[in-house]
């Protein structure tokens, strides 16, 4: 069963940083953070499949555990961190409902660099390779980290600059890659 969510136990951000974030103009946040507990072991065993819902506050937690039936994943940890970015994601934003994608591949699923055509992404993996990002007039690609949330402008943005282009990294033969997207 999952707690009950309020704001005084979102952590997965701060507040003010994503604020600001969301007011400047930077098109990409990159907030790194330590490893879920309880997340890692039935990663594996998941089935290679993609999941797609829209939520809000009071169906998310059931969208989330059907995402993770349909992919094999039996993980009440994993189910509790994706509810609360998901939530999260709707109390930061000001928002009724958003768009949640949680998927398993073996692909580079989307391998040329772009800009969404989203207000704001937020990507993070749980297992594989990571999202690479580039800021625009640089070749450096960037590697997000594992468990890092990755916040996106997309092109509906009113502040999006088209400063940074990210894509789906190449996943290495025999392995996967478990990422969950949320967007509005």
């Not at 309880?38 to 819902?53: K, L, M």
Request: glycine residues 8%; hydrophobic residues 40%.
């Amino acid at each position: 069963m999952l707690k009950s969510w309020n704001r005084a136990t979102r952590t997965a951000w701060d507040d003010e940083q994503l604020r600001a974030f969301d007011t400047g103009n930077e098109d990409i946040l990159v907030v790194v953070r330590a490893t879920p507990e309880g997340v890692a072991d039935a990663i594996p065993a998941g089935e290679v499949r993609e999941f797609r819902a829209t939520f809000g506050r009071r169906n998310l937690p059931t969208r989330v555990a059907d995402g993770l039936q349909a992919l094999c994943i039996d993980s009440p940890a994993l189910a509790a961190d994706i509810t609360e970015l998901g939530q999260s994601f709707l109390e930061q934003f000001g928002i009724r409902t958003a768009n949640l994608r949680i998927e398993m591949v073996r692909i580079h699923s989307c391998p040329k660099f772009h800009c969404d055509n989203v207000h704001v992404r937020l990507v993070t993996t749980y297992h594989g390779p990571t999202t690479e990002y580039l800021f625009t007039g640089e070749e450096v690609v960037r590697v997000a980290p594992l468990y890092g949330l990755v916040f996106l402008k997309g092109h509906k943005h009113p502040m999006h600059q088209d400063g940074v282009h990210h894509r789906s990294p190449e996943v290495p033969d025999g392995g996967k890659r478990l990422c969950v997207v949320i967007d509005y």
